[in-house]
């Protein structure tokens, strides 16, 4: 169950498989970071520990690929996509953007408040890239550092990494 009341899980980590590729699981390693972060920003909600849905772990031989993350990104509170050139050429990545913002429609709308249920973050810089994930309004953190991701563990990188549960929090 999910720290944030009435979903199941907390934030579905929406990124092109291109920017994982041929690292030591940088998504994954971002996805254990996020939660510490909402963890130790946020606490625990009822003793519940948040929530991060990615595909790499939550997908199973014989599902349906589809099915599976419309069903994750219907049960999620947020959605925060790792915006890159990669992502922007995805058309799965805008599939399941498109998916969510549908499902935001039938429950309550997209915004809370002033805040945006999709958080844009940075993983690689570019002009349409900046454009794409500032555009809506809703860029969070900047995790790029020229044409790589920051590293893990640096001030930098913890930095804008701390900007999400605050954004998160702001959804309650």
């Keep these: 169950m999910a720290w944030v009341p009435k979903y199941f899980y907390d934030v579905f980590l929406s990124y092109a498989h291109a920017d994982n590729e041929g690292r030591e699981e940088w998504v994954g390693n971002f996805k254990a970071e996020l939660e510490f972060q ?10 519940r520990g948040p ?3 990615w595909d790499e772990h939550r997908m199973r031989p014989g599902d349906s690929i589809r099915g599976t993350i ?11 996509s ?3 050139p990669n992502y922007l050429a995805s058309g799965y990545c805008m599939e399941e953007r498109a998916a969510f913002e549908l499902a ?9 408040g002033n805040a945006s249920r999709l958080l844009n973050a940075i993983l690689r810089p570019r002009d349409d890239v900046r454009k794409f994930a500032g555009g809506t309004g809703s860029l969070y ?3 790029s550092n020229g044409s790589v991701p920051l590293a893990f563990g640096t001030g930098a990188f913890k930095a804008e990494m701390e900007k999400l549960p605050l954004a ?3 959804l309650l």
């Design 38 to 47: 909402i963890r130790a920003n946020l606490g625990a909600w009822g003793g």
């Design 51 to 53: 929530t991060v849905w």
């Design 70 to 80: 419309i069903d994750a990104l219907e049960r999620s509170a947020a959605v925060v």
């Design 82 to 84: 790792l915006c890159s």
């Design 104 to 112: 935001c429609a039938r429950d309550n709308g997209i915004r809370v």
């Design 141 to 143: 953190a900047d995790f």
């Design 168 to 170: 998160l929090a702001n």
